[in-house]
C-alpha cells in the first residue's frame, strides 16, 4: 500500500498541527519521525485493539488515533516545540508491535511530511 501524509507544516512553539495518513486496518500503525543528524524514532503507535504507545517527549501533547470508516490515521500534534522539528512518517504492519523501537517491523512506510518549530 502506498501511504500518504499530510498536514505538515511550520508552526511556532505553543502551536498545534494535525498530520493524517491515507490507511487503516492494520495490526500496528504508528507515526515515526526523523531529525537532521538523526536516527528515526517511534513517536507513537496504535494497535488494531485500541492500545496505544506513545515516546516519553511526547506523551500528554500528541495523541494518535484511527478512524476506520475515513480510512485515516492521525496524529494530533499540540504545544509543539522546537525539538520536535523533523520530518513525520506513517507506518504499518501486519506483525504485532511491542515497542516504539520496533521500525523492523514496519512494513510499509510513507514518504514523510515536514514539521518545522522554530526556536
Known amino acids: 500500500v502506498d501511504l500518504v501524509e499530510s498536514g505538515g507544516g511550520a508552526v511556532q512553539a505553543g502551536g498545534s498541527l494535525r498530520l493524517s495518513c491515507a490507511v487503516s486496518g492494520y495490526r500496528s500503525m504508528g507515526w515515526f519521525r526523523q531529525a537532521t543528524g538523526k536516527g528515526r524514532e517511534g513517536v507513537a503507535i496504535?494497535?488494531?485493539?485500541?492500545?496505544?504507545m506513545y515516546a516519553e517527549s511526547v506523551k500528554g501533547r500528541f495523541t494518535i488515533s484511527s478512524d476506520s470508516a475515513k480510512n485515516a490515521l492521525s496524529l494530533q500534534m499540540n504545544s509543539l516545540k522546537p525539538e520536535d522539528t523533523a520530518v513525520y512518517y506513517c507506518?504499518?504492519?501486519?506483525?504485532?508491535?511491542?515497542?516504539?523501537?520496533?521500525?523492523?517491523?514496519?512494513?510499509?512506510w510513507g514518504r514523510g511530511t515536514q514539521v518545522t518549530v522554530p526556536s
Open positions: 496504535i494497535r488494531d485493539d485500541g492500545t496505544t
Open positions: 507506518a504499518v504492519t501486519i506483525f504485532p508491535t511491542r515497542s516504539l523501537r520496533d521500525l523492523r517491523l514496519m512494513t510499509n
